[in-house]
């Protein structure tokens, strides 16, 4: 059997009554991509099935630490750490559209990945006079959505597993996979 990996992916589709594709964040736990595709049409049922990959990775490593799927088990107590995404959202001047950010981190609690989040590239260089990135009034930062990643699994999923985060000795940033990508093709 193979090993079980947690996925992130993005998902697209034009639902009906809609002019432009549509865009959503997925996380999933399975062996492989293609064993994923009851979880990824159940995620979204008004896409009516007609729904596609634009990005996908396996993870595996964040921040320097190892990330891996394990069995829940009291042997695996409850963690000191833990996996947050975090989109953050910017304006740039005479672009009409709200560009986001995706990004995965490692921290405690979402103060400290907002922290991290605030010394990012997009964060630092992103928004202008009269157009700043918007604040979010929960979180104080411009951050459109935020949250520990075992919180959005499938409940059947959250009952199983738990996302292990063990410190890594690798620099090796996962492989990310970009593109179109129908289910059918996976």
Not at 87 to 100: R, S, T, V
Not at 131 to 144: E, F, L, Q, R
Request: aromatic share 10%; with cysteine; hydrophobic share 40%.
């Amino acid at each position: 059997m193979e090993p079980l990996k947690l996925y992130q992916i993005l998902v697209g589709c034009k639902p009906a009554g809609r002019n432009t594709e549509q865009h959503d964040v997925f996380f999933a736990v399975g062996a492989s991509l293609k064993e994923l595709i009851p979880q990824i049409l159940e995620f979204w049922p008004e896409a009516n099935g007609k729904i596609h990959l634009d990005a996908w990775r396996e993870v595996t490593s964040v921040e320097g630490f190892n990330i891996s799927i394990v069995e829940k088990t009291p042997v695996h107590a409850q963690p000191s750490k833990a996996l947050f995404f975090l989109n953050l959202g910017g304006y740039k001047k005479d672009e009409f559209d709200e560009l986001h950010y995706r990004m995965l981190l490692v921290g405690a609690d979402k103060a400290e990945v907002i922290k991290k989040a605030k010394e990012s590239a997009f964060f630092l260089h992103t928004g202008f006079e009269g157009a700043p990135s918007h604040i979010d009034d929960k979180y104080g930062v411009d951050v459109d959505d935020i949250f520990e990643i075992e919180e959005v699994l499938s409940p059947g999923l959250k009952e199983r597993y738990q996302i292990l985060i063990t410190a890594g000795e690798t620099t090796v940033q996962d492989e990310i996979h970009l593109g179109y990508f129908p289910l059918k093709n996976l």
